[in-house]
């Protein structure tokens, strides 16, 4: 056996020996160094794609086009103001070869027609990931010094939001996403800033809880806290876990802590004679209360809006002396609800009092058995609507609103994944970490406050993405490269007619000067648009303009007074300043220019496609009915919206005609001839 | 020089060790109780969803054996084009014989072909084919135009928020899933007739011009729309190129 030390020597002998031999080997160590460096540029992986790529076109119809388009070695795109530095074209070689569009294999697909450029944004501002990396793994994973791995498609749209704050059309998972933060009332709890200095503001209203007593029953809270989706399957309301003692305080603390409002406990007028089931019904019909309360029919579908709660158990919530008093005025109650006070009269209140009274669920309440509340539960109960931070969303009277209740979640799309703590088999990645938290926040930990929501997956998702676009890159962006959200104006109509148009609640479906809903048409204009007698008679008593819709004005009980108050003011105020309201006559146009208009109706531009004139004859089902536009609408008005629908109302669905002056004028003629018969303004 | 041998032995069972991959593999499936000989789709096929995203309604699988009643406790296996995510993958029907999974496409806009599978007792494989189509970005904005200014009247279905205007038209619009007929036109006919409405094409005029409405990028958004939901599928004319 040789000695190791002899063998070393030997090599390092016949190696280094002499001279001469020594400096042929130092040579040939010389020489293979320096060929490593070109060596891993000849193997590596970028070059082996685009080899790839080239022996893929080869064989294509437009290969020498394609041919002229490859450029071969490292491409880069280097965006300065965006501090995008980004070689992912090098293996993306096909992304805009339009040709390319059969080839389904990465890195070769061709990038879907979105409305940017690459030479603009280049490719991590949307899909996050290593920019600068030369190779697969780093670029896409999250390797030790990189963080961000690719964004999975399935949160892609979170991108867009990092700079665009008003909805766009192609992205309807941000925009469902950016509604649920507001409508599940996410923000309550969590801050979440903008970039120009506003907040993302709630969008669900809960009631308050200070005057519960009047409304509710204690063994309804119970029920409800323990789980308000058995209640109403449509409830935002998240469920908080609470054991039996602890719902059972904080029912004891919420009615104890509750105070009376007159007249909410009065109970009904004398006549205390059955109210008529059909006629309670077609007044919950007439009344059109199913355009914004939802009922759960028997095959388990939801049916209805959801401006307001859904109604399938009220009759087990509310108290009949409250519904009542509610009906009646529910501005007694809630100064700021979104019902509209109806005028509804005493026999019409007890009508539907009954009717919803009725719509009750026994197996709710059964085994809910409460015994008197006893001072230390009732303090108990305060101890935890305080920790559970109730006030965030509910206002409960002696509580203050707490502030920064939960994280803010400002720039939660940057969040440090080293700040992070992941659960057991999780994927490290900042999106299933928001979905997880969304899904099932309790399982980071049972002491957490954080409820449980229940969303279905696509809304989970949207949720995630909403958050995601929440980035240090939104925050910090130029202004001048954003696109700012258009936000609600505060716009308020004055005097007597503002009071009343708040009192009934007007802006919960009619939006006036970029303030509210969009149930009901916009009415910024609309004084310019109708004519005066026609509107008397509508808010005396709406009729049907559009027959294929299902949500229409309800019918508000209005005074003769009050018709005449809101009428002068939306004949006065609400003018375009487009066109003068009387710069075309309302008749008295040549009989061949009507007929001539007629003409144009049926053949040139078959407007009967979606509008009828002659109740018998026509179908059309889209616009609204025109049988007596003639006293209905302004002919100025007419004229103008012929021009262009869009200028008028923006978002109208009747398509620009690009019509001539005087086929509008002639259309207009004919139109303004259509007065319609008394009677069928009656038929409604 | 057996020191080396014990030494280089060492170190190479260090470098294996380290080697070892000990993240856990998939998930083993359950162990099917019961086995059927058919298997059925009860819902979610042939919806429109997004690329990457998770489908509205889930797909339901029933498995059924010779006399067409459902079993439970049957193993089911779905799979489909890389990219597509099954949540579950594979599960054991329920009480019901049905097996529900929520889907989320991959990230191509196109049809997508799943796979439902399931073993009958002699081992032999049962198939079922389930096709789901993912917008993308384009085709997504060309939804939203259809369904605000086109299904009013070409869609001749109704639902409780919009009622269909299809039956009362004297000349019926084509639907847009009716490839039959949409396949035949091409892009710069269709092009054509929703800018400047049916009589650019001959047609009736009681399809409006909306070339004056939407811009040149809708309409193309539009297009590709229509051209992906299209049944039976739309395959642009032109040049065929070979493929690898």
Same mark, same amino acid.
């Given at each position: ?7 070393t020597? %030997? ?16 040579s040939? !160590? ?13 193997? %590596? ?5 685009q080899? =790839? ?5 080869r064989? #294509?119809?437009?290969?020498i ?16 103001q965006?501090?995008?530095?980004? #070689? ?22 061709r ?15 949307c899909?996050r ?9 780093? /670029? ?16 892609v ?19 469902l996403?950016? $509604? ?12 979440i800033?903008?970039?120009?200095g506003?907040? *993302? ?8 809880l ?18 308000? =989706? ?5 409830s ?6 609470l ?35 059909t ?9 059109f ?11 388990? $579908? ?5 401006v ?16 009542r008093?509610? !009906? ?23 009508l ?14 059964? $085994?809910v ?6 001072p ?37 799309g940057s ?16 999106p299933?970490?928001v979905s ?24 989970v ?6 958050l995601?676009?929440l980035?240090?890159?939104a ?17 308020q109509? /004055?005097?007597?007619?503002?009071q ?19 149930m ?23 009729g049907?303009?559009?027959?294929a819709?299902i ?6 009980n ?14 006065i105020?609400y ?5 003068e ?32 004139i002659?109740?018998?004859?026509d ?5 609204p ?7 209905r609408? $302004?002919?100025?008005? *007419? ?12 978002g ?10 005087e ?22 | 020089?057996? #020191? ?11 470098f294996?060790?380290a ?10 499936a359950?162990?099917?109780t ?5 298997l ?5 096929g ?10 509205? =309604?889930?797909v339901v ?28 993958p ?18 191509r806009?196109?049809?997508?072909? !799943?796979t439902?599978?399931?073993?009958t ?23 939203? !135009? ?26 019926k619009?084509?639907p ?16 054509a007739?929703?800018?400047h409405?049916?009589p650019?094409l ?10 004056y ?12 729309? *229509? ?18």
């Amino acid at each position: 056996m040789q000695s190791p030390s002899k063998n070393t020597t %030997s090599i390092w002998q016949t190696l280094f020996g002499h001279p001469v031999r020594a400096f042929g080997v130092v040579s040939l !160590l010389l020489l293979i160094s320096l060929a490593i460096a070109p060596a891993k540029n000849h193997f %590596s992986e970028w070059r082996h794609y685009q080899k =790839q790529y080239l022996s893929l076109i080869r064989t #294509r119809g437009d290969a020498i086009t394609l041919q002229r388009h490859f450029h071969e070695g490292i491409q880069q795109i280097w965006l300065p103001q965006f501090g995008v530095v980004d #070689r992912c074209t090098t293996c993306h070689v096909g992304l805009k070869e339009a040709s390319l569009g059969d080839v389904s294999s990465q890195p070769f697909r061709r990038h879907p027609v979105i409305p940017h450029t690459s030479e603009q944004f280049g490719c991590v501002m949307c899909h996050r990931g290593q920019g600068a990396a030369t190779t697969v793994e780093e /670029a896409h994973s999250s390797t030790l010094a990189w963080e961000q791995p690719i964004l999975p498609v399935r949160y892609v749209q979170s991108s867009c939001g990092q700079c665009h704050r008003a909805p766009l059309t192609g992205t309807p998972q941000l925009n469902l996403g950016r $509604n649920l933060l507001g409508r599940y009332g996410c923000v309550h709890c969590h801050t979440i800033k903008l970039a120009d200095g506003g907040a *993302i503001k709630p969008t669900d209203d809960p009631p308050s809880l200070s005057h519960i007593a009047d409304k509710s029953t204690r063994e309804w809270i119970y029920a409800w806290l323990k789980d308000p =989706q058995a209640y109403a399957i449509t409830s935002t309301m998240p469920n908080f876990k609470l054991s039996d003692p602890d719902a059972r305080d904080i029912s004891a603390f919420l009615i104890s802590n509750s105070t009376p409002i007159p007249g909410d406990t009065e109970s009904g007028t004398k006549d205390q004679k059955p109210p008529d089931p059909t006629a309670a019904a077609s007044l919950y019909g007439e009344s059109f209360c199913a355009s914004c309360h939802a009922v759960q029919n028997a095959a388990g $579908n939801v049916v209805g809006g959801d401006v307001g709660p859904e109604l399938t158990r009220i009759g087990t919530k509310a108290k009949p002396e409250w519904l009542r008093a509610w !009906l009646r005025n529910p501005r007694v109650y809630d100064a700021g609800t979104a019902m509209p006070h109806y005028r509804f009269t005493d026999q019409q209140v007890s009508l539907l009092t009954g009717f919803l009274g009725n719509k009750t669920d026994a197996d709710l309440l059964a $085994n809910v058995h409460l015994d008197a509340a006893t001072p230390e539960q009732i303090a108990h109960g305060k101890l935890l609507v305080t920790e559970y931070g109730c006030a965030s969303c509910h206002e409960v009277s002696g509580m203050k609103k707490p502030d920064n209740f939960a994280p803010e979640l400002t720039r939660i799309g940057s969040k440090p994944l080293t700040q992070i703590i992941f659960l057991q088999g999780m994927q490290h990645t900042l999106p299933d970490y928001v979905s997880a938290k969304i899904r099932q926040p309790r399982s980071f930990g049972s002491a957490l406050k954080m409820p449980q929501y229940t969303l279905a997956p696509a809304q989970v998702d949207a949720l995630t993405t909403a958050l995601l676009s929440l980035t240090d890159r939104a925050h910090d962006l130029p202004r001048s490269l954003t696109v700012p959200e258009q936000l609600p104006s505060n716009y308020q109509p /004055a005097g007597k007619a503002g009071q009343l148009m708040a009192d009934m609640a007007c802006f919960t479906c009619h939006a006036i000067n970029g303030r509210g809903g969009d149930m009901a048409p916009d009415l910024t204009w609309e004084g310019s648009s109708v004519q005066r007698p026609w509107l008397q008679a509508f808010l005396k008593n709406p009729g049907t303009l559009r027959p294929a819709l299902i949500r229409r004005m309800p019918r508000f009980n209005l005074s003769d007074s009050e018709v005449t108050e809101l009428t002068d003011y939306i004949m006065i105020v609400y003018q375009t300043p487009v066109f003068e309201r009387d710069s075309m006559p309302s008749g008295g146009y040549p009989p061949a220019q009507v007929e001539q208009g007629k003409q144009l109706f049926y053949s040139k531009y078959a407007c009967q496609s979606c509008h009828i004139i002659d109740t018998k004859a026509d179908k059309g089902y889209i616009g609204p009915t025109l049988a007596q536009v003639g006293s209905r609408l $302004n002919a100025a008005w *007419i004229y103008h919206w012929l021009k262009n629908p869009q200028a008028m109302r923006p978002g109208a669905t009747e398509p620009n005609r690009n019509m001539s002056d005087e086929d509008a004028r002639a259309l207009t003629a004919f139109l303004t001839t259509l007065k319609g018969s008394g009677k069928l303004e009656a038929k409604k | 020089m057996s #020191r080396y041998l014990r030494m280089l032995f060492v170190i190479s069972l260090i470098f294996v060790s380290a080697g070892c991959n000990r993240r856990p593999g998939p998930a083993s499936a359950p162990k099917p109780t019961a086995f059927g000989t058919a298997l059925v789709e009860s819902s979610g096929g042939k919806q429109i969803g997004a690329t990457g995203m998770v489908l509205a =309604q889930p797909v339901v699988v029933q498995v059924n054996d010779e006399q067409g009643t459902a079993v439970a406790g049957a193993l089911v296996e779905l799979s489909g084009p890389p990219g597509v995510s099954f949540d579950p993958p594979s599960g054991l029907t329920d009480s019901s014989g049905q097996l529900s999974a929520n889907i989320a496409l991959g990230g191509r806009a196109g049809r997508y072909q !799943l796979t439902a599978r399931t073993l009958t007792k002699a081992q032999k494989p049962v198939e079922l084919k389930i096709e789901e189509i993912a917008l993308g970005y384009q085709q997504q904005v060309g939804f939203q !135009l259809d369904d605000k200014y086109c299904a009013r009247c070409h869609n001749p279905e109704s639902t409780a928020e919009r009622v269909s205007n299809y039956d009362n038209l004297e000349v019926k619009p084509h639907p847009f899933t009716e490839g039959d007929t949409l396949n035949k036109m091409t892009d710069a006919e269709l092009t054509a007739i929703i800018g400047h409405g049916g009589p650019a094409l001959n047609k009736s005029a009681l399809m409006p011009p909306y070339g004056y409405t939407l811009s040149k990028t809708e309409i193309e958004a539009l297009i590709s729309y *229509i051209r992906l939901i299209s049944d039976p599928p739309y395959h642009a004319s032109g040049m065929v190129y070979a493929q690898k």
